[in-house]
């Protein structure tokens, strides 16, 4: 009972950082209602996330702490929104997402340089597929200029990963730090904010979605699922924000998302939810049946089906690095390391007919 207990508050975990994720995204939407500077945005956005997270504290009795631990995650929750709030105003969009998505590489480079923790090749792999699920989201947008606000958004990336890390730090608390990060948010916030002289209602009511709920109620999500969900495995759910971002502004705003957007898109999506379904199968093998899983990449990146019932694969001219295998119904197939070896095997054997699809 008590793996099981375990198991469900991983799950749930999961979910709470995956909804953070979503409360993130609509980030975007609020900020282009919003004709005010990036500080002046996040200082009034955070000053409103103050009181909505003071009143949760207050509710759950949950004592303010304040410790050099709890300042560094404190500097990067001030970091992650005031650089991605800045970076916003002197670049693309698209720029900044992508460059702040690199968060779940730095995650791994922290956490093998301060923890001495050796990343797993289920975590390398995922990251790979992630962000370049991401990079193939953006492709046909993502430009070389606003120099300075890409340097921010890489910046952004850095600090995202202390928010990610924020439960492995030694005397640590997440809550606490996202309190004193808005503090310092807000502080810094004011003398921008005191400039700002459009006050339209509808960039007042922009800001308090924004500070309530992708703030506010984001943060505290996002500190309940850190409780049980590894950092790595965490930023990755993350990386459903920026496909999200651009979605929901496509919605709302009728901007077109294209073909290459599109397959970005689901391609972030396999890479996280592969993730996680390989994390749930190697956790109930190990503690439910004592068995260790190894895994081992193979080099193999198209398959094809070979529809020649009377075909012998051992008859057949291939290239070395061609694998001739059987899928579980002992239909014949084919594993191409690369698009120039099916070429190769079509040119090679005339009457050989391949389908991508098991038929």
């Given at each position: 009972?008590?793996?099981?207990?375990?198991?469900?508050?991983?799950?749930?975990?999961?979910?709470?950082?995956?909804?953070?994720?979503?409360?993130?995204?609509?980030?975007g939407?609020?900020?282009?209602?919003?004709?005010?500077?990036?500080?002046?945005?996040?200082g009034?956005?955070?000053?409103?996330?103050?009181?909505?997270i003071?009143?949760?504290?207050a509710v759950?009795?949950?004592?303010?702490?304040?410790?050099?631990?709890?300042?560094?995650?404190?500097?990067?929750?001030f970091?992650?929104?005031?650089?991605?709030?800045?970076?916003n105003?002197?670049?693309t969009?698209a720029?900044?997402?992508?460059?702040?998505?690199?968060?779940?590489?730095?995650?791994?480079?922290?956490?093998?340089?301060?923890?001495?923790?050796?990343?797993?090749?289920?975590?390398?792999?995922?990251?790979g597929?992630?962000f370049?699920?991401?990079?193939?989201?953006f492709?046909?947008?993502?430009?070389?200029g606003g120099?300075l606000?890409?340097?921010?958004?890489?910046?952004?990336?850095v600090?995202?990963?202390?928010?990610?890390?924020?439960?492995?730090?030694?005397d640590?608390?997440?809550?606490s730090?996202?309190?004193?990060?808005d503090?310092?948010?807000?502080?810094t916030?004011?003398?921008?904010?005191?400039g700002?002289e459009?006050?339209e209602?509808?960039?007042?009511?922009?800001?308090?979605?924004?500070?309530?709920?992708?703030?506010?109620?984001?943060?505290?999500?996002?500190?309940i699922?850190?409780k049980t969900?590894?950092?790595?495995?965490?930023?990755?759910?993350?990386?459903?924000?920026?496909v999200l971002?651009p979605?929901?502004?496509?919605?709302?705003?009728?901007?077109?998302v294209?073909t290459?957007?599109l397959?970005g898109?689901?391609?972030?999506i396999?890479?996280?939810?592969?993730?996680?379904?390989?994390?749930v199968?190697?956790?109930?093998?190990?503690?439910?049946?004592?068995?260790?899983?190894?895994?081992?990449?193979?080099?193999?990146?198209?398959?094809?089906?070979?529809?020649?019932?009377?075909?012998?694969?051992?008859?057949l001219n291939?290239?070395?690095?061609?694998?001739r295998v059987?899928?579980?119904?002992?239909?014949k197939l084919?594993?191409?390391t690369?698009?120039?070896?099916?070429?190769?095997?079509e040119?090679?054997n005339?009457?050989?007919?391949?389908?991508?699809?098991?038929?």
């Amino acid at each position: 009972m008590g793996e099981k207990r375990m198991e469900n508050k991983r799950r749930t975990g999961t979910l709470c950082v995956f909804l953070a994720a979503v409360l993130y995204s609509i980030g975007g939407l609020c900020i282009k209602l919003i004709p005010w500077g990036g500080m002046a945005i996040n200082g009034a956005r955070t000053a409103i996330a103050l009181v909505v997270i003071g009143a949760y504290l207050a509710v759950i009795r949950h004592p303010l702490r304040f410790n050099r631990w709890v300042a560094v995650g404190a500097l990067s929750i001030f970091g992650t929104n005031a650089l991605f709030s800045v970076a916003n105003k002197l670049t693309t969009a698209a720029n900044v997402i992508v460059l702040q998505f690199t968060a779940p590489i730095f995650v791994i480079l922290f956490s093998a340089l301060f923890w001495r923790r050796k990343p797993g090749r289920l975590d390398l792999l995922a990251c790979g597929i992630v962000f370049g699920g991401v990079l193939f989201f953006f492709a046909d947008s993502l430009e070389m200029g606003g120099g300075l606000g890409n340097v921010l958004a890489l910046l952004s990336g850095v600090a995202y990963a202390g928010v990610f890390l924020m439960n492995e730090m030694p005397d640590s608390d997440a809550i606490s730090s996202v309190f004193w990060g808005d503090v310092l948010s807000a502080v810094t916030g004011l003398p921008f904010l005191l400039g700002e002289e459009k006050l339209e209602p509808i960039a007042l009511t922009s800001l308090l979605v924004l500070g309530v709920f992708q703030v506010a109620v984001a943060y505290i999500l996002l500190t309940i699922g850190l409780k049980t969900t590894p950092p790595v495995t965490a930023s990755l759910v993350s990386g459903i924000e920026p496909v999200l971002n651009p979605i929901l502004v496509a919605v709302f705003y009728h901007e077109t998302v294209g073909t290459l957007a599109l397959a970005g898109a689901a391609t972030v999506i396999v890479g996280v939810v592969g993730v996680l379904q390989f994390e749930v199968l190697e956790y109930r093998l190990k503690n439910e049946y004592n068995v260790d899983i190894r895994m081992q990449n193979l080099p193999y990146s198209f398959i094809r089906w070979i529809e020649n019932e009377d075909c012998d694969p051992k008859a057949l001219n291939l290239t070395s690095d061609t694998r001739r295998v059987e899928d579980f119904k002992g239909r014949k197939l084919l594993l191409f390391t690369n698009a120039w070896s099916i070429t190769w095997a079509e040119e090679h054997n005339k009457e050989l007919r391949l389908s991508e699809v098991g038929r």
